[in-house]
């Protein structure tokens, strides 16, 4: 399935063959004004994240005879999805992005002052960084770093067989970003591209990759080299203010664009 649109990545085919590698049932819904719809198939029921990507009008008899049945919309699209006899779930969630279309000098300028200043000193800093294609032998410390966090950050991501999976179908899509002080690994970023978005995936650091702002010099060098690249947007994930705030200041610092995502809708039988 190929579409125009630049598309989630869970809404992707190189997702899509990912999941069908890990076993699970995945399938393309055609929905007339929108890209092709990915569904993951749940108790025996359609359920597509992300999606659908409108590219036209959002149309309400596509939505009612697509035959899904669980929808965590990309964008806001109430009216529609009520009358196709959808129910909303759950509230919208946020998400950042940063357009790669701009300038250099015109993402540094959407930078909150703060960021700013810490990015600017990250460039003066001992860190040397390298970009690699995923490696599980040489990357499986980044792995367990990120497990380690999220045992005692107390939040869980996607299962890292995504990572391995994805990485089997698309080798050059699993990009790694390593900063070293010295010879020593302060922190790491592993991006999935999906053209023409990349989406920042696992992100780890240590005491002193904080002290240095590793993380601010390896995004912004990260959305440089991507953007050189062809690449037009980087995802950087939910924004959670409530149990992730650091996170999400981060996100916000670097100058992306938040915006809503459509909430969680469920339709049931008969409408």
Known sequence: MKSDLPLPLQQHPIFAAALKRMGRQV???DVPGA???????????RM??????????????????????????????????????????????????????TTATQRCQA?????????????????????????????????HADIAQQRSKQ???LPHDLIMAYAAENPRAVRVLVAYDGDTPVAGMLFLLHAPVA????????????ALSAHHKMIIQAAEQFAARGYQRLDLG??????????????IGTGARVRPLGGTWLRFPGC
């Open 27 to 29: 399938s393309f819904v």
């Open 35 to 45: 890209a092709p719809v990915l569904t993951v198939q749940q108790f025996g029921q």
């Open 48 to 101: 597509t994240s992300r999606g659908p990507v409108w590219h036209e009008d959002k149309q309400q008899g596509a939505l009612q005879h697509a035959g899904l049945r669980m929808i965590n919309a990309d964008t806001p699209q109430d009216a529609a999805l009520q009358a196709a006899g959808f129910r909303r779930l759950m509230t919208n969630a946020y998400v950042a992005e940063l357009d790669l279309t």
């Open 111 to 143: 930078m909150k002052p703060k960021w700013r200043n810490a990015w600017r000193a990250a460039q003066s800093a001992p860190l040397f960084l390298a970009e690699q294609r995923f490696n599980l032998n040489t990357h499986a410390w980044l792995l």
């Open 155 to 157: 939040f869980r991501g």
């Open 199 to 210: 989406t920042y995936h696992i992100g780890w650091t240590n005491t002193q990759g904080r």
């Open 238 to 251: 939910l924004v959670d203010t409530d149990t992730t705030p650091g996170l999400a200041r981060f996100k």
